[in-house]
């Protein structure tokens, strides 16, 4: 065997090795134990809201999450939420949705809090897909169904829309591509060679046709609002919107600008129809 088809070997072997690092070390941080408690009014929810369910995958895991039910809702949501932690480290912000009229199918991908397994790629796809099929089987029929995905989540929603359907997309806080996200995070590293196409969240974008509602901080220090700024240039969809919330962090929009985000997903719901417009 030549040397050149050995080194050439060796390095197809280590740049595998370093896209499963990259992957397994960057895109999942989960953790077992809550923020505060399992008990959702520890959060800001009344316990007549909120339902306990478990989503059984089509790979035998077991996933763990809460049904959420506004006094008047206009929509039922599925929520993905981030790479950190478990569904207790978003869930004081679910009173401002609920407050805002949606339903939220707020849950935990594999090896997240409650639920069974360990986090990858292909999983936590296949979570979702399995919570949106749950997510249709509880929610009132006459409620359109949404996604929502916020950072990492927000990448998930939009490999998921396209093999389920949504009434529309909500992306808050989102990446471009992994491979952006990886020049952001190691700008002193070329780790973006070897991170892999998957989460392409601008190429889904591009082909969309559904409503698309972009939210962003403008100095979002994880992921950029000029990722927010081209996804919603080269999104394709016919009734899409941005609101960006000026001097907003990746974590904070909802307590800098709440009224701000109300007005927004309001005015979206409008323009997608499934929110009655105000009048009087």
């Known amino acids: 065997m030549s040397v050149p088809l050995v080194l ?12 499963r690092v990259f992957r397994s070390a960057q895109l999942f941080h989960p953790t077992k134990d809550p923020v505060i408690s399992w008990n959702p009014e520890d959060y800001g929810i009344p316990r007549e809201q909120c339902e306990e369910v478990w989503i059984e995958t089509r790979d035998h895991e077991k996933l763990h999450g809460w049904y959420l039910r506004a006094k008047n809702p206009v929509a039922s949501a599925l929520y993905c939420h981030g790479n ?6 978003v869930a004081h912000l679910m009173p401002h949705l609920v407050e805002s009229g949606f339903n939220i199918l707020l849950w935990d991908y594999r090896g997240y809090g409650k639920s069974s397994g360990r986090a990858s790629i292909r999983g936590v796809i296949i ?24 950072s990492l989540g927000g990448a998930i929603a939009a490999q998921v829309i396209r093999r389920h359907a949504f009434k529309a997309l909500i992306l808050q806080s989102t990446f471009t591509t992994l491979r952006d996200i990886a020049r952001i995070a190691f700008p002193r590293f070329p780790l973006h060679f070897v991170s892999g196409t998957p989460f392409n ?18 100095n ?3 992921c950029p609002c000029w990722m927010a700024d081209r996804m919603f240039a080269e999104c394709g969809s016919p009734a899409k919107m941005i609101y960006r919330v000026e001097g907003g962090l990746h974590k904070d929009l909802w307590e800098r ?4 985000m109300v007005a927004a ?13 105000v009048t009087g």
């Not at 997903?265 to 417009?277: D, E, K, N, R, S």
């Open 8 to 19: 050439g070997g060796a390095t197809l072997v280590a740049l595998d090795v370093a896209r």
């Open 265 to 277: 997903l309001h005015q979206f719901g409008v323009a997608a129809g499934f929110t009655p417009p």
């Open 84 to 89: 950190t932690g478990n569904l207790t480290n």
């Open 257 to 260: 600008d709440k009224s701000g």
């Open 220 to 222: 979002d220090e994880a």
């Open 127 to 150: 979570d979702t897909l399995a919570a949106a099929q749950l997510h249709d089987a509880i929610r009132p029929q006459n409620l359109p169904s949404l996604l929502f995905g916020f």
């Open 201 to 218: 969240t601008l190429r889904v974008l591009k082909e969309l046709q559904l409503p698309v509602l972009i939210l962003h901080g403008s």
